[in-house]
């Protein structure tokens, strides 16, 4: 008699994408709705500090980035693909911050692996082609990648009430509340039309 064997199948692949795109709340929220895409990490990138404190980065001096770390399955997306949607879900024409949010943590950038690199400086020339005006988005060293507190994982959807200038509101009604008001949405739509993933036509 022969004894049943289990089968099991072997862990599907997975490999990571590191960008800065402004507020990592907004990249982190458009990201995770991206099919193939497994997890995405709000945190920071490009700094001298080992695992700093969101307080220690937004104060300014640390160097770095507000980032994500996208970890997706390459049989369903490719890293190409992830960053043309990246590309497109961010003003790369801007080099002081993103939209509301101004200074050098939010400045946008492509943290690539010697491998990457390659394709990440091919994706910044396919956006400056397509939107016809300099892209100032750069394609940068690898670097260590640190994530943010708690607090700011999933901030888009948690129902834990805060207090904002609006009253009580749950972290979801003022992550929708801020990115309407930073103009995030109107300015990606206005420089990619239909080409915005994330925000419709």
């Known amino acids: 008699m022969l004894a049943a ?11 990571t994408a590191v960008v800065a795109g402004g507020c990592f709340w907004c990249v982190e929220a458009d990201f995770e709705k991206v099919q193939g895409v497994r997890e ?6 490009g700094g001298t500090v080992a695992n700093p404190t969101y307080k220690q980065v937004v104060r300014g001096g640390t160097g770095h980035y507000e980032a994500v770390e996208i970890t997706y399955d ?12 990246f590309m497109r879900s961010i003003d790369p024409t801007d080099a002081g911050g993103q939209f509301c949010d101004r200074g ?9 692996t010697p491998s990457q690199k390659g394709d990440a400086q091919a994706a910044v020339e396919r956006a400056q082609q397509a939107l016809g005006q300099p892209v100032v988005t750069p ?10 507190e708690d607090y700011h994982q999933d ?33 990606v739509r206005q ?5 915005a993933p994330f925000v419709g036509g």
């Not at 890293?79 to 949607?85: G, P, V």
């Not at 940068?140 to 640190?146: G, M, N, R």
């Open 5 to 15: 064997t289990a089968l099991h199948s072997a862990p599907a692949s997975s490999d």
């Open 155 to 187: 901030y888009y959807k948690k129902d834990d009430l805060i207090l904002t200038r609006f009253g009580p509101k749950s972290k979801e009604d003022a992550y929708n509340l801020y990115r309407e008001g930073c103009g995030r949405d109107d300015r």
């Open 104 to 112: 050098d943590t939010y400045r946008t950038a492509i943290f690539a």
């Open 139 to 148: 394609v940068l060293d690898d670097a260590p990648f640190y994530p943010a």
């Open 191 to 195: 420089l990619w039309g239909n080409d």
């Open 74 to 85: 390459p049989a369903v997306i490719s890293y190409n693909q992830i960053l043309d949607l």
């Open 40 to 45: 995405v990490v709000s945190g920071f990138a």
